[in-house]
């Protein structure tokens, strides 16, 4: 988390666009089969929720 307040809003939004492609991907291939790591899709929408916190929060602070 305290990677996330030393990123720009840029990088933070890039890092957002790579995760939900890395989730979109991780539930087409558990679609066709059963995944062993089923905690992954759960850390990276973790990921997800930390990145649009921080967006959200500077968002806040800015108006």
């Known amino acids: 988390m305290k990677d996330l307040q030393k990123k720009s809003v840029a990088d933070l939004e890039k890092t957002l666009k ?3 492609e890395e989730l979109r991907s991780f539930r087409f291939a558990s679609a066709g089969s059963r995944t062993r790591n089923v905690r992954e899709g759960r850390n990276t929408r973790r990921d997800i ?3 649009l916190t921080e ?3 500077r968002a806040q602070r800015t108006e």
Do not use: F, M, P, Q
Request: proline share 0%; no cysteine; net charge positive.
């Open 18 to 20: 790579e995760k939900r």
């Open 49 to 51: 929720a930390h990145i």
């Open 55 to 57: 967006l959200n929060r």
